[in-house]
């Protein structure tokens, strides 16, 4: 250190105990670190069950057991799959028209501003969602009746990936 010298660094003074009890805090600071060291074992122990929980989570979601009972009291409500897939098409078509008239007005906008610049982009068609899997699915797999196979692409939009 710059600031002290060693004279002043000698000159000090501490409190020192009594040696029976630098003894006892010796002693007490074994027992707490005994207790850390039980902690971390007890912490990597939860973190192991976590992980199993977890997965057992995920493996009754997949075979929907999670939801079976709630399922079964709201039968009548529940769409089917095929349902679900032609409302996801409304959404989804909906989605580019508004999107389309959008852009509609935005190039519109772009024209009568007469800046320089590129048109606004085009957006992107609604994607389809008529692909089914051709294959055919082993019925144990399937939870219950109205589930339906189909393409993870055709519910989710896969970014496109562009290199440099």
């Known amino acids: 250190m710059v600031h002290i010298t060693k004279s002043q660094f000698s000159s000090i003074r501490l409190l020192v105990p009594p040696e ?37 989570l995920l493996k009754h979601a997949f075979e929907g057991r999670l939801t079976g009972q709630w399922r079964r009291d709201h039968a009548d409500e529940l769409e089917s799959a ?4 032609e409302r996801i098409r409304e959404k989804r078509q ?4 508004q999107q389309l008239e959008n852009w509609k007005t935005e190039v519109a906008q772009w024209e009568a501003d007469d800046e320089p610049g590129s048109r606004p982009p085009k957006p992107a068609r609604a994607k389809e969602l008529g692909r089914r899997c051709e294959r055919s699915c082993p019925a144990e797999l399937i939870p219950s009746t109205g ?18």
């Open 20 to 56: 029976s009890e630098q003894h006892r805090i010796v002693a007490k600071i074994e027992e707490l670190f005994s207790e850390l060291d039980d902690s971390e074992a007890n912490l990597e122990t939860a973190r192991v069950q976590l992980k199993t929980y977890r997965q057992s």
């Open 82 to 85: 095929d349902q679900l897939l």
């Open 94 to 97: 909906a989605r580019y028209q």
């Open 147 to 164: 589930w339906s196979l189909c393409f993870l692409g055709d519910l989710i939009g896969v970014p496109e990936i562009r290199y440099i």
